[in-house]
């Protein structure tokens, strides 16, 4: 055994546990997410139940909201075994590259938005996403390195593998973030019947969304975690504009956008509105019944081509077949 072939099995086996901490750092990550999405449907039905009680009995819920406070504050606390640890002591070494000029780099500007749209707000996700481009990288530059050692192009496969690396992650996110930008638009003409329906029966706009959030979360999975966002940033003190700012604008839909202003404006203006939003519905159903005409059209097209190279052979063996069958056979019987 040589020394290139022990060096390169030495960095094998390195990037072999850097893939190993980064899916420990996914694995914390996904397990943190489906504990705060659990415990903030709990809070949310308690804050709602303790809100109609409140009301009920024109009490205050001063210690349901401190209650409240507290868990928020709570929630980020380290829970689990010697994996969730290490991912969090991952995440907090990653944190603190955030901030540098190379953070800025790996997690450009771009990358933050995606995330934002992917539902990944806080700075562990930034965190181990940065962790996940560092760590590709290194796990497909070694590979290279570990596959190609000898040959004369080693430095071209070294520097696409770490390219590629380096992209993965973000390819992931952007597909999940362009997978939940159509499920929102999607989710918009039910999300706006819905809330035309409870506006109508009398709700005001926090019961509205709290429908919304509590009942209705299997019927818009995405809308029903964004509102929730947003209403927790409203019950901290930001304003109505300032909490749906974000879903107005993360999935650059200008439907979406008109929506929220809609709603924005009922909040500090109140009145009626029933009859614009069954336009506005009215709007968006006639815009995606166009949206399938269109596609419908470009797929009759795609088919042509489809047809050509499977129907049209058979098509022509079985109509002009037999007379080619018969002028060979007629051919055959003259030289005789």
């Not at 995405?222 to 509102?227: D, K, M, N, P, Y």
Request: aromatic share 6%; hydrophobic share 50%.
């Amino acid at each position: 055994m040589t020394a290139h072939t022990v060096f390169a099995l030495a960095l094998l086996v390195a990037a072999l546990g850097c893939a190993l901490l980064g899916v420990l750092a996914f694995t914390g990550l996904a397990r943190m997410q489906r504990s705060a999405r659990t415990l903030d449907h709990a809070l949310d039905q308690r804050a709602a139940s303790s809100a109609a009680r409140a009301i009920a009995s024109g009490k205050q819920t001063r210690q349901t909201m401190d209650a409240r406070d507290a868990a928020d504050a709570g929630r980020g606390r380290p829970k689990g075994g010697p994996l969730s640890r290490l991912a969090d002591v991952l995440s907090r070494v990653a944190v603190g590259w955030l901030d540098t000029p190379f953070g800025a780099i790996v997690v450009a500007p771009e990358d933050r938005r995606l995330l934002d749209r992917c539902g990944f707000l806080d700075a562990n996700a930034r965190a181990r996403f940065f962790a996940a481009r560092i760590g590709c990288a290194a796990l497909l530059l070694l590979l290279a390195l570990a596959w190609f050692n000898g040959e004369p192009r080693l430095a071209v496969w070294m520097i696409a593998g770490l390219a590629l690396g380096f992209m993965l992650p973000k390819w992931f996110v952007r597909r999940r973030a362009k997978a939940r930008q159509r499920a929102v638009a999607s989710e918009l003409p039910m999300f706006v019947d819905l809330l035309r329906l409870l506006q109508g029966v009398g709700l005001s706009l926090d019961q509205t969304l709290q429908v919304m959030i509590n009942d209705f979360a299997t019927v818009l999975p995405v809308f029903s975690q964004e509102l929730a966002l947003a209403h927790r940033q409203f019950t901290t003190g930001r304003t109505r504009e300032q909490s749906l700012s974000r879903l107005a604008t993360s999935y650059e839909s200008d439907d979406l956008n008109a929506v929220m202003r809609l709603v924005v404006q009922v909040d500090k203006h109140g009145g009626a509105v029933q009859e614009p939003l069954r336009q506005f519905g009215d709007r968006l159903r006639e815009s995606r019944r166009a949206t399938l005409r269109e596609r419908t059209g470009a797929l009759t097209v795609k088919m042509t081509g489809v047809m050509v190279v499977t129907l049209l052979p058979a098509l022509l063996i079985m109509t002009a077949g037999p007379g080619f069958v018969a002028v060979f056979h007629s051919l055959s019987t003259m030289h005789r």
